[in-house]
């Protein structure tokens, strides 16, 4: 498929695992082996900084918030064998410059920093909210012994997680992953606004300013280290990482014609071939290309008056989805909702069905999708005018071939009434047939 759009690439590259969504509703657009267990690398700091986020949701704490560099973690900043940036003990760090440092170059000391940060600086306690943050959102196979993607044991003692095995990786799936990236997505959009950008400046104005580069490769304007260009339009995020036990990873967003999807790519090549890191940019792309080729988000339902399951029914809003080009799902009424069943499956029960309420209503009346306005009479409302017809009928007859006149006056004056009355009756049937009000 990925040659098919256009894509050199090697077998041997090919991806482990893999997963794309659509980003409102978590409809599976794509999947190849989407729970096999993987460790997913510095993707990890993806969960950590979405536990931060939600932290600051609650007001424990803000992108000003200034935290200082302990010895340890200047120590930590220059293991080498992880990815780092350099951290100066005794220096105030802005919450919002840690958070760019984990992303973009993805720092494991401004990682840890945080961690600690939303912990009380118990590393162990924050590996806890990590696993039960996972469970919460509906990640079932995964569970995570560190919070930066390095195994504990990499830092050298200056980092250890209390319960945790120091020697063991992360564990997940691509689809619990895009479960993580539904989550970001939907609940803490503006993390796009950092991990949209090919490179940024950190610390700047200040002795300890640099220029990052994110690894992202697939962001427009980002050039890989190889010199070529993997830019994609509409990219603008998440988190890639890698690992001598994960190969390589890739979770991305990217919103283009009005649809936004998130893909999760695990496994690509292998941690000792460089090529790989680039190659996941390349089958990433073309997954991508595939769900803008074949899906479009549409208005499957639009506001108005429908007929669903027998049911008549009025919806106040538009109901909009992604959907297969090719294929409609149908629709089903609930005590309080019209439910969309669609035709691709989701990638979580934790995920909303895609609904929209209605409210009952007794006209008569059939909806045509393509055209809401449209209405065309239901066997019901066929039946209500054949009778008004024949009402019409008998009323007229009666008035015409009833006498004017009869000697009983009194008898006279009822049969001139009833006539006014017939008259009167057919009159307001015929202007309901004619203007449809009844």
């Known amino acids: 498929m990925t040659k098919e759009y256009g894509y050199t690439v090697d077998r041997k590259y090919k991806p482990k695992s893999s997963i794309m969504i659509d980003a409102q509703n978590g409809q599976v657009l794509w999947q190849d082996n989407p729970d096999e267990i993987r460790d997913q690398g510095s993707m990890a700091k993806a969960m950590t900084m979405f536990i931060v986020y939600e932290a600051m949701s609650e007001g424990k704490f803000n992108m000003d918030t200034l935290v200082t560099a302990s010895p340890t973690d200047q120590q930590i900043s220059q ?68 919070c930066s993607g390095a195994q504990a044991i990499a830092f050298k003692g200056l980092y250890t997680p209390q319960g945790y095995d120091a020697q063991a990786g992360n564990q997940t799936t691509a689809r619990d992953y895009s479960i993580l990236g539904y989550n970001i997505v939907n609940k803490h959009p503006e993390i796009l606004e950092i991990t949209k950008n090919a490179s940024l400046t950190i610390m700047k104005g200040t002795p300890y300013e640099e220029k990052v580069q994110n690894y992202n490769y697939s962001l427009p304007g980002n050039i890989a280290p190889n010199g070529k260009s993997y830019a994609y339009e509409g990219v603008d995020g998440i988190k890639t990482g890698s690992s001598p036990i994960a190969d390589y990873n890739y979770m991305a967003t990217c919103k283009k014609n009005d649809m936004r999807v998130i893909e999760v790519i695990m496994g690509v090549g292998n941690w000792d071939d460089e090529d790989s890191e680039f190659n996941r940019h390349l089958y990433g792309n073309a997954l991508l290309d595939y769900a803008y080729s074949n899906f479009s988000k549409e208005v499957i339902l639009p506001a108005g008056k429908h007929t669903i399951d027998s049911k008549k029914v009025k919806t106040d809003g538009d109901l909009v989805a992604v959907k297969p080009k090719d294929r409609d799902g149908t629709f089903t009424i609930s005590d309080k909702d019209v439910v969309y069943n669609s035709p691709l499956p989701f990638v979580s029960k934790t995920i909303p069905q895609i609904e929209v309420a209605y409210e009952k209503t007794s006209l008569s009346y059939s909806s045509n ?18 009778k008004k017809i024949l009402l019409i009928f008998v009323l007229l007859l009666f008035c015409l071939l009833t006498p004017n006149r009869i000697r ?14 017939s008259l009167l009756v057919v009159t307001c049937l015929t202007l309901s047939i004619v203007l449809n009000i009844i």
């Open 408 to 421: 009983n006056r009194k008898k006279n004056k009822f049969i001139i009434s009833l006539k006014l009355l």
């Open 79 to 146: 293991i080498f064998e992880v990815s780092n940036t350099p951290l100066v003990a005794g220096v105030q760090y802005p919450v919002s410059e840690l958070i760019k440092m984990s992303f973009i170059p993805s720092s494991s000391a401004s990682t840890i920093m945080l961690a600690n940060l939303v912990s009380n600086n118990d590393a162990g306690k924050f590996i806890d909210i990590m696993n039960e943050k996972a469970k919460e959102i509906g990640m079932t196979n995964t569970h995570f012994n560190n």
């Open 369 to 386: 999708k393509a055209n809401n306005d449209k209405k065309t009479p239901t066997n019901n409302s066929f039946r209500s005018f054949i």
